[in-house]
């Protein structure tokens, strides 16, 4: 159980064009789904908190007009990359939090790696 | 300063040592403790999480938790090659309602 998807799993784009990460847990409902970076030998960034039905709350320093966050049901979020460029590219990871479980536990998706050329 | 605090190694071991890898942190409002293994181009796995200060033993894996010293470790027993991969550990506090994270170990445990 427990099980969260990302799609898609990599994306190559050009430069000024946007791109929508999709992120699903698949056996269980998530009032709260996260959203993190991750940079090459680095750790989790938390970019953004996003809750059902209500606006996603971001982190200090991230540009919310730039990364669209849409929480539209309780199996579902997206991430929109809008006007992509190359220091945008890194591995962008998903969690979330089962509405039936304990308030610290998060399921971490696969990850989706984004190339910006 | 960092609330967590993680070296980030390298650590490289033959395979059957035991491992010890540890975090410190600063938030004394922190009240889980988790290890997360992220093998490489993939998503974190929780291991093991700890309420509070303690011992929690699975398997081959041991976390302790000494909330005093503000430190946390994790102990991997015959550690084996299939173990290699970067260890983070995350903590939680019912006040910030967020995991924070350490910066990882990755480790390589050489046949």
């Known amino acids: 159980g427990a099980v969260v998807s990302q799609h898609p799993s990599w994306v190559i784009c050009k430069s000024g064009t946007s791109v929508k990460i999709e992120c699903r847990s698949l056996?269980?409902?998530?009032?709260?789904m996260f959203w993190y970076r991750q940079f090459p030998k680095q750790s989790l960034m938390l970019m953004a908190t996003?809750?059902?039905?209500?606006?996603?709350?971001?982190e200090q320093g991230v540009e919310k007009d730039k990364f669209l966050i849409n929480h539209a049901s309780l199996t579902l979020s997206t991430l929109t990359v809008t006007s992509a460029h190359p220091e945008d590219s890194s591995f962008y990871i998903c969690?979330?939090?089962?509405?039936?479980?304990?308030?610290?536990?998060?399921?971490f998706g696969p990850g989706t790696r984004l190339t910006v050329t | 300063q960092k609330e967590v605090e993680q070296d980030p190694g390298p650590l490289s071991v033959p395979e059957g040592a035991i491992v010890s890898l540890n975090c410190t942190y600063s938030?004394?409002?922190?009240?889980?403790f988790m290890w997360y293994r992220q093998y490489s181009r993939k998503g974190p796995e929780l291991l093991m999480y700890?309420?509070?200060?303690g011992n929690k033993e699975d398997g081959r894996f041991t976390a302790q938790v000494d909330k005093s010293s503000k430190y946390i470790s994790l102990f991997i027993r015959d550690s084996q090659p299939s173990d290699s991969a970067t260890y983070l550990c995350?903590?939680?506090?019912?006040?910030?309602?967020?995991?924070?994270f350490g910066e990882g170990t990755q480790l390589t445990v050489n046949p």
């Open positions: 938030n004394s409002a922190f009240q889980y």
């Open positions: 969690s979330a939090r089962d509405r039936e479980g304990s308030p610290y536990e998060q399921y």
């Open positions: 056996d269980f409902q998530a009032t709260t």
């Open positions: 996003s809750n059902e039905g209500s606006k996603a709350t971001y």
């Open positions: 700890t309420y509070s200060s």
């Open positions: 995350a903590m939680y506090s019912r006040r910030g309602s967020r995991l924070t």
